[in-house]
């Protein structure tokens, strides 16, 4: 028989799998009845705030950690390293990478942790639905989803901006700026002051949700935050591949977007969406630098030619 914890690392493997294998149609299929139960058996005759507590903390430092390592094997691959976006400045050193781990784990224990206790008991005054199933159809938590991915990114914007602000940036931010070429790792890598405001970002969107509406559920908000994950590790990975989310999302900030602020230590403050830095403004250094670099690659292409 397997164990509860080997249950709940196999549980959470397949979890971030639901909104994309299963239709909306079809959400009383066999593997959707099958997680249904599993679900419940986590948290049968066992205390629903630690179970909640476990299941989210473990998920965080699974899909965090395990985001980051497809670049870090990109980083030994010679042939990728073209499209590494800063090929001068080369931050991602193993030295540089093990100090990063060593300081994001130390932070997600001791300042991330305390704040996922929380999580439960306000989620559920709040009155979010925690082991309760049937689990929502995709056609109720995709928009959600997207609902939370528009709430953060306008939060994040503002509390970024501010952060910029001389004391704030000073005392604060400048931490997480010690990379002006970041890498993957290094997405979470902030003051903890830092975490905090922009940890209410990500999950202000479903508490107020659910205040207003009590329709919300767990696992929505574990695959929410399991796509704002994978957005942080993209934006800092340090790679502009083919692949990349931006390149086939316009709109989508995307690594090439927020390595510049990085490197400029100025302009796109947005992290999910590109639109609020082309509406206030905040993205004119960065259009007219990669003006600049368009035409130096076509003046460099013509002296090829002749």
């Not at 010690?178 to 922009?198: Q, R, T």
Request: aromatic residues 18%; glycine residues 4%; hydrophobic residues 45%.
């Amino acid at each position: 028989m397997l164990s509860y914890h080997l249950r709940l690392f196999l549980f959470l493997s397949v979890l971030p799998r639901l909104n994309t294998t299963i239709p909306s149609d079809t959400i009383t299929s066999p593997l959707v009845a099958h997680l249904e139960t599993f679900w419940t058996s986590l948290f049968e005759n066992r205390n629903e705030a630690l179970v909640t507590l476990a299941m989210l903390f473990i998920s965080h430092e699974i899909i965090y950690f395990g985001r980051c390592v497809p670049y870090l094997i990109a980083d030994k691959i010679p042939s990728l390293q073209k499209y590494k976006i800063q090929q001068k400045t080369i931050q991602n050193t193993s030295q540089n990478q093990w100090k990063v781990f060593r300081y994001v784990l130390m932070s997600h224990f001791f300042f991330e942790l305390p704040m996922i206790v929380g999580f439960h008991p306000v989620a559920v005054y709040f009155g979010m639905a925690i082991s309760a199933v049937p689990f929502p159809s995709l056609s109720k938590m995709i928009p959600q989803i997207i609902l939370f991915f528009v709430f953060e990114d306008f939060f994040h914007y503002w509390a970024h901006r501010a952060l910029h602000y001389g004391p704030l940036y000073k005392h604060i931010h400048k931490i997480h700026h010690e990379w002006s070429a970041p890498f993957g790792l290094a997405a979470e890598y902030a003051h903890p002051i830092e975490v905090v405001i922009l940890g209410t970002g990500t999950i202000g969107g479903p508490l107020i949700w659910c205040y207003f509406t009590h329709d919300l559920h767990l696992a929505t908000t574990m695959i929410w935050m399991t796509c704002r994950l994978f957005q942080a590790v993209e934006a800092h990975s340090g790679y502009d591949f083919p692949w990349s989310t931006h390149n086939w999302l316009p709109f989508w900030s995307g690594s090439e977007h927020h390595d510049y602020h990085h490197m400029a230590f100025t302009n796109n403050f947005s992290t999910s969406f590109r639109w609020w830095d082309h509406i206030f403004g905040t993205n004119k250094k960065y259009i007219a630098y990669k003006e600049r670099r368009a035409r130096e690659m076509k003046e460099q292409k013509a002296k090829k030619v002749n």
